[in-house]
């Protein structure tokens, strides 16, 4: 049995494949049996064999995906959904969806960290190599024309030289700095703690409760869809976000439902959406398509907080290089200037 609970991207993977197979009328037992021939990975194999052999032995399909102990509760709960209510190959392509969307969510969140990451680690780079390796080869020039740096130069000169003493420290210091940067957004423990601060951080805390909107208005959709009411989809619901004020709002919503409020009136009340939002959900409510309407919102979800990423990437990238190119021409200009006075006065 494995003990790592796969990805979104194999998740997505595993479902599109099994909601075809069904479609096509294939049974659980015998869509394992195809894919088990078609698999060459072999932790895919592994996986599937133990499907495969709970499968065969007439046990659900269910109860199977439980025994393999890679898939996360929640699909293990629609799966089990689907089973009960006879629409499996529709809860495995909704599944497919979701998790496809978690994906490109999660790239877009990689890319917005990672882009300003590497930039930085650039630019400390090249103003580590200026002061260390440029700035004394100046040095040598003013001793040569019997005068010595002063200023700004003189000091990012004696900053290099500390750094150069110590480059063996420097050097542990980086490797321990790029171990905990894969720790934080390649382990799970990491990507848990890295979202807990950036759901906290001013500003970034907004687009991260839009991104919990777009993962509720999703997987709310998912759930109506596939035959459950209202107040048992939030209790799915609300395991998919570890947004901790997405978690009180949901919790808030079930209350209002509790104590004889609809469904709209219980999400305008908690003010998950604006006001535009819920007065598509209410509409969607009334006409019988709550689903359509919540697949409609976590899809304008999806389009603006991409548009948000693209854009303060639009904007950081010239930030940065602006940046850069000022501390590059300033340790420049703090040593060329007194030069081009010195040569003048020899001249």
Not at 69 to 90: Q, R
Request: aromatic share 8%; net charge negative.
């Amino acid at each position: 049995m494995q003990e790592r609970i796969l990805n979104n991207n194999e998740i997505s993977t595993f479902c599109r494949q099994m909601a075809f197979l069904l479609q096509a009328g294939i049974t659980p037992a015998e869509s394992m049996h195809i894919m088990l021939q078609d698999t060459e990975n072999k932790d895919g194999r592994k996986i599937i064999r133990t499907i495969y052999d709970v499968t065969s032995k007439g046990e659900s399909f269910s109860t199977a995906i439980n025994s393999s102990g890679v898939f996360p509760e929640y699909v293990e709960n629609m799966i089990s959904l689907g089973e009960s209510s006879g629409n499996l190959d529709t809860v495995m392509s909704s599944l497919a969806e979701y998790y496809e969307r978690e994906e490109l969510i999660s790239d877009s969140i990689k890319s917005a960290v990672r882009y300003p990451i590497i930039m930085i680690l650039m630019m400390l780079f090249v103003i580590i190599i200026m002061m260390t390796k440029v700035l004394p080869i100046f040095a040598q020039v003013y001793e040569q024309l019997g005068t010595e740096m002063t200023g700004i130069a003189a000091t990012l000169m004696n900053i290099g030289n500390v750094l150069s003493s110590v480059s063996l420290i420097l050097l542990i210091v980086l490797a321990l700095v790029a171990a905990f940067y894969l720790y934080m957004s390649r382990t799970a423990a990491g990507k848990k703690k890295l979202g807990d601060i950036l759901e906290k951080w001013r500003p970034t805390r907004s687009f991260y409760m839009d991104i919990a909107r777009g993962r509720f208005a999703s997987g709310m959709a998912m759930t109506i869809s596939s035959g459950l009411d209202t107040y048992r989809s939030l209790d799915l619901v609300a395991t998919l976000t570890a947004n901790k004020d997405m978690q009180d709002k949901i919790a808030q919503c079930k209350q209002f439902i509790a104590s004889g409020a609809t469904f709209p009136e219980a999400i305008a009340k908690t003010e998950i959406f604006s006001n535009l939002h819920s007065q598509i959900i209410n509409v969607g409510f009334k006409s019988g398509a709550t689903d359509t309407a919540m697949s409609k919102i976590a899809e304008d979800y999806d389009r603006t907080n991409t548009q948000k990423i693209n854009h303060n990437l639009a904007i950081l990238e010239p930030i940065l290089v602006i940046i850069l190119s000022l501390i590059v021409g300033m340790i420049l200009l703090s040593v060329i200037l007194p030069l081009m006075g010195v040569m003048s006065s020899i001249g």
